[in-house]
């Protein structure tokens, strides 16, 4: 199938589908909108928690896998 073929296809198919009217395409798109910000709200925080423990255990615990790592090649030399 060729690229204009497909898109003919599409277009043919498009013009099929039937659209919602405005008063029910805006505020479904509204809702949509906000749920998206705060679900990357939500996932900001997170990231931002998980980022702060990750970096106290680091503290805690040493420097992390680099060091951990230097200290296996000075020993095996």
Do not use: H, N
């Not at 497909?6 to 919602?20: A, D, H």
């Not at 970096?55 to 615990?61: A, H, R, T, V, Y």
């Amino acid at each position: 199938m060729g690229v204009k073929k497909y898109t003919q296809e599409v277009i043919k198919e498009g013009k099929r589908v039937r659209w919602p009217k405005k008063d029910v395409f805006v505020p479904a798109l509204i809702t949509t909108i906000v749920i998206c910000v705060f679900c990357a709200l939500i996932l900001s925080i997170e990231d931002l928690a998980s980022g702060s423990l990750i970096g106290q255990l680091k503290e805690i615990f040493g420097g992390g896998a680099k060091q951990a790592a230097d200290g296996a090649i000075r020993l095996i030399r």
